[in-house]
């Protein structure tokens, strides 16, 4: 168990610029969550998977952000047309979802700047 | 609606002084709740989590919370205060193991 690996640790990317970043969840895990994190907040749902079927999305989710996680394994989160607004860290967390057991276990984390 | 509240965005103790966070939440349906702690440059380490078993629930590094449902609070406390105990802490909650809801945090100082 190596835990929650996310990649890269670190973005730069120019405004209007497309980015894509990779979380790898530990290897049982069935559940696989996206959050935001900016400065002095708490991380922000952004959405979640079950195996390979994303089962919900945040309302305040923009269009230009889409997730997958094609074989239940790792899963991309790719932010198109980039703004400002979107630099943050972006979390990634897995559970393995097993009766009243919801523990996540979070990856480092990518933190993305938008210049 | 689910929600959570932390007062007190930062809190200082002196070393050796008991430590007490504090979280309130909102919920429609009996919730889950954890608390979190982030170390600088680090992920989220869950410390302890409440899942309507025992209303006291003992976590790692000596830390413990009370679900008080008369209340709708969940408060952090840890009897002494270690250096090692300076972080970021998030309480959060689930109303039914999908969505989390995380507070604004509350930021530890452990005063030598």
């Known amino acids: 168990d190596t835990g929650v690996s996310q990649d890269p640790r670190h973005k730069i990317t120019k405004r209007g610029q497309n980015v894509t970043f990779r979380c790898d969840p530990i290897?049982?895990?069935?559940?696989l969550y996206w959050y935001r994190q900016t400065l002095g907040q708490g991380p922000e749902f952004l959405t979640y998977?079950?195996?390979?079927?994303?089962?919900?999305k945040s309302r305040l989710l923009s269009d230009r952000f889409s997730a997958e996680r094609p074989k239940g394994s790792f899963s991309t989160l790719e932010i198109q047309r980039t703004e400002q607004g979107d630099s943050a860290m972006y979390l990634c967390?897995?559970?393995?979802?097993?009766?009243?057991?919801?523990?996540?276990?979070f990856g480092p984390g990518t933190r993305l700047t938008v210049t | 609606a689910q929600s959570v509240t932390q007062l007190g965005s930062h809190v200082s103790v002196s070393e050796g002084a008991l430590v007490l966070l504090r979280c309130n939440y909102s919920?429609?349906?009996?919730?889950?709740l954890f608390w979190y702690v982030q170390y600088p440059n680090q992920g989220l380490q869950l410390l302890l989590k409440?899942?309507?078993?025992?209303?006291l629930v003992k976590g790692i590094n000596g830390f413990e919370a009370e679900f008080k449902k008369s209340e709708t609070s969940f408060h952090l406390t840890k009897p002494s205060a270690h250096m090692s105990d300076a972080a970021e802490y998030f309480c959060?909650?689930?109303?039914?193991?999908?969505?989390?809801?995380f507070g604004t945090g509350t930021s530890l100082t452990v005063i030598p």
């Open positions: 967390a897995s559970s393995l979802v097993a009766g009243v057991s919801y523990e996540q276990y």
């Open positions: 290897s049982e895990h069935n559940r």
């Open positions: 998977f079950q195996n390979e079927a994303q089962l919900e």
């Open positions: 919920s429609s349906v009996p919730p889950y």
């Open positions: 409440y899942t309507s078993a025992a209303t």
């Open positions: 959060a909650v689930s109303e039914y193991g999908n969505q989390f809801y």
